[in-house]
């Protein structure tokens, strides 16, 4: 099936500086989703980018589909920004779940 | 509020015991999704059903299983539970199947003693 890496695992980082986590599989997809996960469990959904740049206030995400990456931005970090950063792919040639990388765990020192 | 509802928030229950997640999609959303974190599997996938039918099967046991109703709210029924099972179990949606945003529920916390 379909292999999806993210990096770096872990980032820790000062409030108000910026970050890049990568995302990359393995195959074609027809959907990509971004998730950040709370320290209450609870999974938010960021993007929905199987292809292209979208913003959202301080983040902004990109999917380069043809190199099978995606790039999460986020700017001005703020310690609510902390958790754990999931991205999940579903592949063009498989059923229709999503695969989910390892995450990035970020944490923000205030 | 992604509009997907799950119940219970959490369980706790002992070893050999059943129990039953439920989930009710989004307004309009025909597929539903089942997904397991644990801590040592990470985000997994278990089972979709798309309008009533079976539609895709991940890494489900034997021992769990799932269905979706006419109303279209689906419950993930897990029997003989082992320590292994306690996990945060996710329930999806999505308006098709395949190639569409799928909607995260608040998830529902399974402890097994």
């Known amino acids: 099936g379909i292999q999806v890496e993210q990096s770096p695992p872990d980032l820790i980082l000062q409030e108000g500086a910026n970050s890049t986590l990568r995302c990359n599989f393995s195959d074609s997809v027809n959907n990509l989703q971004w998730f950040h996960q709370n320290p209450w469990g609870q999974l938010i959904n960021l993007f929905y980018?199987?292809?292209g740049t979208k913003q959202n206030g301080r983040l902004s995400a990109t999917t380069v589909a043809t190199e099978r990456y995606s790039l999460l931005y986020i700017s001005s970090s703020q310690t609510t920004d902390s958790g754990v950063y999931f991205c999940a792919v579903e592949s063009n040639f498989g059923n229709e779940k999503l695969t989910f990388g390892t995450g990035t765990r970020l944490t923000i020192i205030p | 509020d992604s509009g997907v509802t799950q119940t219970p928030k959490h369980l706790i229950t002992a070893t050999g015991q059943r129990v039953t997640l439920r989930c009710s999609p989004r307004?309009?959303?025909?597929?539903v999704y089942w997904y397991q974190q644990s801590l040592d599997q990470g985000l997994q996938f278990l089972i979709q059903?798309?309008?009533?039918?079976?539609?895709a099967k991940g890494n489900i046991l034997e021992r769990f299983s799932a269905q979706q109703f006419p109303d279209l709210h689906s419950e993930l029924n897990l029997s003989s539970l082992e320590l292994g099972d306690s996990a945060l179990y996710f329930c999806?949606?999505?308006?098709?199947?395949?190639?569409?945003?799928?909607?995260f529920g608040p998830g529902t916390r399974l402890t097994v003693t």
């Open positions: 980018i199987p292809s």
């Open positions: 999806a949606s999505s308006a098709a199947s395949g190639g569409t945003k799928q909607y």
């Open positions: 307004s309009g959303d025909l597929s």
């Open positions: 059903y798309y309008n009533g039918e079976e539609r």
